[in-house]
């Protein structure tokens, strides 16, 4: 509203420009969301600013592409009992009752959001879960997370750009040959393979 994104696209023409929502965003929650004033405002938000912002990207020529984050990881303070906004007026938690239906559910606001635009979707989240089910990760999941766990640490910084990376230049991860001296080369090739899975939106939804 504060007309911010229309003129940083006035800016300059662009190729592609992704656009990144609010962690949780894409679900329904509480109406104590709002009245704190936390910050995610709620799917119904989410899909009508996500359609504006779509269009005005469109304006500009470019491509709009949609970053789907990962889950906050178990023991995230908004996921915790004594989490004032953690439930709704009939009992039910916002984010279900596993860390599985919440990742469903955030999956499905995404969707929504694709089948309304058409805009493509990054699955950085979905490339997050594969780490978390994989029984005998190259990397554990655990590794992905700075300590508030969400943010990720330079493990799940790495993974998330190789995601976006392969969606922009339409290459898959694993041609990479991109090193970062942070991440062990072992565990890089590890990262690459679990990308290379999300290459394309087909894969991303299966």
Known sequence: NSGEIQHRL????????V?????IEALELPACFGDLDLGPTGRTKFLEFGEKIISLIRKNGAEPMIFEPWTYNTGHAWLKNDFECLRFADGKTWYGDSLEAYRSRLHAGYRMLHERTDAEIIPVGDAWWSVRRDR???VPI?????NDNY????FGAFLSAL???EHLV????????YQPKEVPPAKARYLK???EGYFSFETASR
Request: no cysteine; proline share 10%; glycine share 2%.
């Open 170 to 177: 339409n290459v898959p991860a694993t041609k990479f040959a």
């Open 142 to 146: 655990e590794q992905l997370y700075e």
């Open 19 to 23: 656009i990144q929502p609010y962690s």
């Open 151 to 154: 943010h990720p640490t330079y």
């Open 163 to 165: 995601v976006i990376t």
């Open 193 to 195: 393979k679990i990308a």
């Open 136 to 138: 005998r990760p190259g």
């Open 10 to 17: 006035s800016l300059k023409k662009y190729d592609f420009v």
